[in-house]
């Protein structure tokens, strides 16, 4: 493999932040409980329970991002080894094991004063409006009116006012710290995966690879705090400014706040364990039998 001379396209990196954005939304801040019946409750009023099956999905879209990034700037990966590196993503990053673990973090973690704030905002007409306005974000069948929607930005830029409180709403929610971290979780296990290959072929190409994903890093967490911020004007087009702003008034109490950090935490805990537990023996290429 050939030594990277120009960075991965602006648009390529731009579709790429638009897929983290829709990732995990903008995390909905109405769970929490002290008991299991609880959690179940809130995880079903705030919409996790649907949102949960696409988890997968959205992670996957980030290994398929990168694996393409790595074929377009000449760090190919064989279409067996490519397969194989997708398959043990696939096998760790399901809806059961999310489900699970989501549920027993947000069981140990969770205040119970968080618990009873978060239930009543939860059961009002913001909450609800704010809800539903996340899991219909997102959802598969969004992703074409979203793309409607970042055309139009480019023609016409929202009002100031707006765009303060979006940000207002994702310097709590931290959605594009996360979306970098469980890049460079991504990014590392796929690393592990061709350890092997590279070690057999030409020592020089992982040191290609490591120069290459340390110039991605410096604009992928730019490009994902742009996505995100396209998103959250996206996600919350039907709710007004007076209702954004409570909303994240509500965000910053103490009680959003744990219950936001929480959630963010029991998610993405979830998947980086779940990614972190790849082993390179799952996804190395077959080595030639030994002859005697």
């Given at each position: 493999?050939?030594?990277?001379?120009?960075?991965?396209?602006?648009?390529?990196?731009?579709?790429l932040?638009?897929?983290?954005a829709?990732?995990?939304?903008?995390?909905?801040?109405?769970?929490?409980?002290?008991?299991?019946?609880?959690?179940?409750?809130?995880?079903?009023?705030?919409?996790?329970?649907q949102?949960?099956?696409?988890?997968?999905?959205?992670?996957m879209?980030l290994?398929?991002?990168?694996?393409?990034?790595?074929?377009?700037?000449?760090h190919?990966v064989?279409?067996?080894?490519?397969?194989?590196?997708r398959?043990?993503f696939?096998?760790?990053?399901?809806?059961?094991?999310?489900?699970?673990?989501?549920?027993?973090?947000?069981?140990?973690n969770?205040?119970?004063d968080?618990a009873?704030?978060t239930?009543?905002?939860?059961r009002?007409?913001?909450?609800?409006?704010?809800?539903?306005?996340?899991?219909?974000?997102?959802?598969?069948?969004?992703?074409?009116?979203?793309?409607?929607?970042?055309?139009?930005?480019?023609l016409?830029?929202p009002?100031?006012?707006r765009?303060?409180v979006?940000r207002?709403?994702?310097a709590i929610?931290?959605?594009?710290?996360?979306?970098?971290e469980?890049?460079?979780?991504i990014?590392?296990?796929?690393g592990r995966?061709l350890?092997?290959?590279?070690r057999?072929?030409?020592?020089?190409n992982?040191?290609?690879?490591?120069?290459?994903?340390a110039?991605?890093?410096?604009?992928?967490?730019?490009?994902?705090?742009q996505?995100?911020?396209?998103?959250?004007l996206?996600?919350?087009?039907?709710?007004?400014?007076?209702?954004?702003?409570e909303?994240?008034e509500?965000?910053?109490?103490?009680?959003?706040?744990d219950?936001?950090h929480?959630?963010?935490?029991?998610?993405?805990?979830?998947?980086?364990?779940a990614?972190?537990?790849?082993k390179p023996?799952?996804?190395?290429?077959?080595?030639?039998?030994?002859?005697?």
């Amino acid at each position: 493999m050939m030594s990277v001379k120009h960075p991965l396209p602006t648009a390529s990196f731009k579709r790429l932040a638009i897929m983290c954005a829709l990732l995990l939304g903008f995390p909905t801040v109405a769970i929490s409980a002290s008991d299991e019946q609880t959690v179940g409750e809130l995880m079903e009023l705030s919409g996790l329970t649907q949102q949960i099956p696409h988890l997968p999905n959205h992670y996957m879209t980030l290994v398929d991002q990168l694996l393409v990034g790595l074929e377009r700037q000449r760090h190919p990966v064989s279409k067996t080894l490519r397969s194989q590196i997708r398959q043990s993503f696939v096998e760790s990053l399901t809806p059961e094991n999310f489900a699970s673990e989501i549920r027993s973090r947000l069981i140990e973690n969770l205040s119970e004063d968080a618990a009873l704030a978060t239930t009543s905002w939860l059961r009002s007409d913001l909450g609800r409006k704010i809800t539903t306005a996340e899991v219909n974000a997102s959802s598969a069948e969004q992703s074409v009116q979203f793309a409607t929607f970042f055309l139009q930005l480019q023609l016409e830029r929202p009002a100031p006012e707006r765009l303060q409180v979006v940000r207002r709403i994702e310097a709590i929610t931290q959605g594009s710290e996360m979306a970098t971290e469980a890049w460079e979780a991504i990014v590392a296990a796929i690393g592990r995966a061709l350890e092997g290959e590279y070690r057999a072929k030409n020592p020089q190409n992982k040191t290609n690879l490591e120069e290459y994903l340390a110039s991605m890093r410096g604009s992928v967490k730019g490009m994902f705090e742009q996505g995100r911020l396209f998103q959250g004007l996206f996600t919350y087009r039907a709710v007004t400014d007076e209702e954004l702003k409570e909303y994240a008034e509500f965000l910053e109490s103490p009680a959003g706040k744990d219950v936001t950090h929480t959630i963010n935490r029991a998610v993405q805990g979830a998947a980086i364990d779940a990614i972190q537990s790849i082993k390179p023996s799952r996804t190395k290429s077959v080595q030639p039998r030994e002859t005697a």
